[in-house]
Nanobody
């Protein structure tokens, strides 16, 4: 079983930055065997892929809409994954979710591939 808890969201002005964190508690398995992803869901819209990092940390994937402004990273010693978002704009307003998928790093852009999800953290960007 894996529990994911996101933090770091909040209200920020356009052009600002945020660093979202996701703490992972895994029983019966190790964090380093999980690929980690970030998704977001804006009001009235479907959940969309933002970024993912493979369980080895050797591969990172980004949605085209955020490429260049977002960096995903992980710290296996702390069981944490991070999402740095720079140059925020109002279109980034959404609930951001952390997700975990064990071992296979295929199709990390697809929400249905993930086994565990956090509760989400709200990011609101004011213009």
């Amino acid at each position: 079983q894996v529990q994911l808890v996101e933090s770091g969201g909040g209200l920020v002005q356009a052009g600002g930055s945020l660093r979202l964190s996701c703490a992972c508690a895994a029983s019966g398995s190790t964090f380093s065997t999980y690929n980690m992803g970030w998704f977001r869901q804006a009001p009235g819209k479907e959940r969309e892929f933002v970024a993912a990092i493979s369980y080895t940390g050797g591969s990172r994937f980004y949605a085209d809409s955020v490429k260049g402004r977002i960096t995903i990273s992980r710290d296996d010693a702390k069981n944490m994954v991070y999402l740095q978002i720079d140059n925020l704009n109002p279109e980034d307003t959404a609930v951001y979710y952390c997700a975990a998928k064990r071992l296979s790093a295929r199709n990390l852009w697809r929400a249905s591939e993930y086994d565990y999800w956090g509760q989400g953290t709200q990011v609101t960007v004011s213009s």
